[in-house]
Nanobody, 126 residues
Framework: VLLVESGGGAVQAGGSLRLSCAASDDISSSYCMGWFRQAPGKEREGVAALDSDHGTSYVASVKGRFTISQDNAKNTLYLQMDSLKPEDTAMYYC?????????????????????RGQGTQVTVSS
């Protein structure tokens, strides 16, 4: 599967962005999907994940502010980001993995997924 992210940009703290990830294959049941981010000088961090039953998991720092969702008809994954903070500044990557292990391990495993996109930059100013 090929993944292409879009929707990043520069916003002020408290603003919102919606990231999109267009997939080349049917993602409705064949893949686990998620988002991870990487800030300069920091390790990759899993942000959100959808499991095979469309349950969701989030890193604590974004719970209540970010929402992951999927449109199967469009083969597109989304990350709605509200109440953005400067510490959310990072390159955001969409990721996919067909394995059962990936589906069971939640957001923290997303940086280990087998396929990722090229990333989209999110910059939040104070």
């Amino acid at each position: 599967v090929l993944l292409v992210e879009s929707g990043g940009g520069a916003v002020q703290a408290g603003g919102s962005l919606r990231l999109s990830c267009a997939a080349s294959d049917d993602i409705s049941s064949s893949y686990c999907m998620g988002w991870f981010r990487q800030a300069p000088g920091k390790e990759r961090e899993g942000v959100a994940a959808l499991d095979s039953d469309h349950g969701t998991s989030y890193v604590a720092s974004v719970k209540g502010r970010f929402t992951i969702s999927q449109d199967n008809a469009k083969n597109t994954l989304y990350l709605q980001m509200d109440s953005l903070k400067p510490e959310d500044t990072a390159m955001y990557y969409c990721a996919a993995d067909p394995g059962l292990v990936a589906c069971s391990r939640g957001y923290s495993y997303v940086p280990n997924f087998g396929t990722r996109g090229q990333g989209t930059q999110v910059t939040v100013s104070s």
